[in-house]
């Protein structure tokens, strides 16, 4: 009987333990950092490693944070990170439990190496780090395992990777003959009938046509790709789209935007324009893509932590409305730029 009392007594203190991170969790997803940080905080502090971790995560994405603007230095350490030194340390030092997770982040945090977060199916975290590998080296996600561990959404670097490799104009030195081979295997794979129109398919023709590696890309794909890659307004400084003729870049345009009406990778922004913009969806989608950055800066608003946070509960999500609203600020702070949807930018820029 007691033992059979016990249990039920752990069953009942369970659910009490897990919601104050919930909570904690939920307000951070509701974009409302005065109540998550300092939430997660206390826990944190109170010895909760889930805490711990979510807070070591979240931390280099806070600073741009207007709770966090307002707090001044001191209050800032105290409320992000682990008592210690003059500055604290990051709470992901305080993990035990979950030693390995701690460590990934951490190398992916001060090393840039997304493979620990990959290896424990850390994808959607992963991102930065991937990013920043595929900048220092373009090939290696095409030449490396990881290539195979990404997203279906960011498969258009792999073939931009192997491209790039298998171009003299970037690589003077060819690589190895079985390299090369699986190089052609990957660009094969960007013209598979599963990929053709696709945002994946376009991105990857937007690359210039001289790191192509004999690839046959038509103009109008690669001026659409261009658009998809940079938003309209990013593709107003780009040579080979400005060398075009009117009729081309209009062409380009309207694909853009039918293909922003289907694609996978931009529904998290049609569920946004449905929801306030319903009347001019299509051009309200436009507007959110461009203004953020398009497809460069898109696929990489990403969950901080997909073992607490899942990416589908980060998309759509308030505070992924206020990461692209952040991102919309930073980058037009007076004013959206003229000939958008007004309701795409007030969705952004408020007003």
């Avoid at 966090?68 to 105290?78: E, M, S």
């Avoid at 997304?114 to 290896?119: R, V, W, Y």
């Avoid at 490396?144 to 990404?150: D, E, K, M, R, S």
């Avoid at 600020?329 to 000939?339: Q, S």
Wanted: proline share 7%; net charge neutral; charged share 20%.
């Amino acid at each position: 009987m007691r033992i059979v009392l016990a249990f039920i007594l752990i069953l009942t203190a369970l659910p009490l333990r897990a919601a104050p991170l919930d909570e904690a969790i939920a307000a951070w997803l509701a974009d409302d950092d005065a109540r998550a940080l300092p939430a997660l905080s206390a826990l944190a502090n109170a010895g909760d490693e889930d805490a711990m971790l979510a807070l070591g995560v979240i931390e280099p994405r806070s600073f741009e944070s207007d709770y966090v603007k307002g707090l001044d230095r001191t209050q800032r350490i105290a409320l992000l990170r682990k008592p210690g030194g003059l500055s604290g340390e990051s709470w992901l030092k305080g993990v035990k439990t979950r030693r390995a997770l701690a460590e990934a982040f951490e190398v992916a945090q001060q090393k840039g190496d997304p493979k620990p977060l990959l290896a424990l199916g850390q994808i959607e975290a992963a991102r930065p780090a991937l990013a920043r590998t595929f900048n220092e080296n373009p090939s290696s996600l095409a030449e490396g395992a990881a290539g195979g561990t990404l997203p279906k959404e960011m498969r258009f670097w792999v073939w931009w990777g192997a491209a790039m490799r298998l171009s003299p104009t970037v690589y003077p030195t060819p690589p190895s003959p079985e390299t090369a081979e699986r190089l052609r295997a990957a660009l094969a794979e960007a013209l598979l009938p599963e990929w053709t129109g696709s945002l994946q398919q376009l991105l990857f023709f937007s690359l210039d046509y001289a790191l192509m590696a004999g690839v046959p890309v038509p103009q109008a794909a690669n001026l659409t790709g261009r658009v998809l890659r940079r938003g309209r307004i990013g593709v107003e400084g780009d040579a080979p789209f400005k060398a075009a003729s009117e009729p081309a870049r209009e062409r380009a345009f309207a694909s853009a935007r039918a293909i922003l009406m289907t694609a996978p990778e931009a529904a998290a922004v049609r569920n946004v324009c449905t929801a306030s913009c319903a009347d001019t969806q299509t051009a309200c989608v436009e507007a959110v893509w461009a203004m953020t950055g398009g497809a460069d800066v898109q696929l990489f608003l990403h969950t901080p932590l997909d073992a607490v946070i899942p990416q589908q509960s980060y998309l759509g999500s308030p505070r992924h409305r206020g990461d692209m609203a952040r991102l919309a600020r930073k980058r037009f702070p007076n004013a959206a730029p003229a000939g958008l949807d007004a309701c795409g930018a007030r969705l952004l820029l408020g007003g």
